[in-house]
């Protein structure tokens, strides 16, 4: 079946310790995401690849960057986790704008 | 600043019943919206789009309406089955190019048996 997947599913780092999260598709989509969402909040775009075209949305902190090696995969690096990146973080794909398939999430718990 | 707005947290409803989520959006350039349904300790999946040349696309027990003059659109979920209760997040993105969606907070439907 074609899906996304994310790894870890629960993944617990300590303050300031750099953690990565990754994102891999069956889907062959050209657009991949990453979202944070937080307990009874909407999910919140941190960024996406349109192809390899990197978006960062304006309000982003700069402790998270994101790789996209191939169409495959998508990294969510976090530099110096802080208690607040305290989340669920979820992959997103798509084919062009439309219609995005989630992946599972990867809770991340920051000690 | 909200832009896609869902102002009930929550929503209970008896099986066989009718269950309407409600969603309200302030940016007249959304053209396309999507329903998509959370389970716990999962990912959101999509349930149903709607596209704003359209004001009602069904697909079985699911039907969304939209009212762009109100920027209203809202889930009707007939007949409610206890495998419904989720939390249903309201989508919304303009045509242009690769804009992103722009989520509303969710609602959590409960359907007691």
């Known amino acids: 079946d074609a899906m996304v997947i994310q790894n870890p599913r629960y993944q617990v780092t300590q303050f300031g310790k750099p953690v990565t999260l990754s994102c891999s598709q069956t889907?062959?989509?050209?657009?991949m995401y990453w979202y944070q969402q937080k307990s009874s909040q909407a999910p919140k775009l941190l960024f996406h690849?349109?192809?390899?075209?990197?978006?960062n949305e304006a309000d982003t902190p700069d402790n998270f960057q994101s790789r996209r090696p191939n169409t495959s995969f998508c990294f969510l690096d976090i530099r110096s986790p802080g208690l607040g990146d305290a989340a669920m973080y979820l992959c997103?794909?798509?084919?062009?704008?439309?219609?995005?398939?989630f992946g599972p999430g990867t809770r991340l718990t920051v000690t | 600043d909200q832009q896609v707005k869902q102002n009930s947290p929550s929503l209970s409803v008896q099986e066989g019943r009718i269950s309407i989520l409600n969603c309200d959006y302030t940016?007249?350039?959304?053209?396309?919206f999507l329903w998509y349904k959370k389970y716990p300790a999962e990912g959101p999946t999509f349930l149903i789009s709607?596209?704003?040349?359209?004001d009602k696309n069904e697909d079985g027990r699911f039907t969304v309406f939209l009212n762009k003059s109100a920027k209203h659109l809202s889930l009707h979920i007939v007949p409610s089955q206890p495998g419904d209760s989720a939390v249903y997040f309201c989508?919304?993105?303009?045509?242009?190019?690769?804009?992103?969606?722009?989520f509303g907070k969710g609602t959590r439907l409960s359907v007691i048996a």
């Open positions: 690849y349109y192809d390899k075209d990197f978006n």
């Open positions: 989508a919304a993105k303009g045509n242009s190019g690769n804009t992103p969606l722009v």
């Open positions: 709607i596209s704003s040349i359209k």
């Open positions: 940016n007249s350039m959304f053209d396309y």
């Open positions: 889907l062959n989509h050209n657009v």
């Open positions: 997103a794909t798509s084919q062009g704008p439309w219609g995005q398939y």
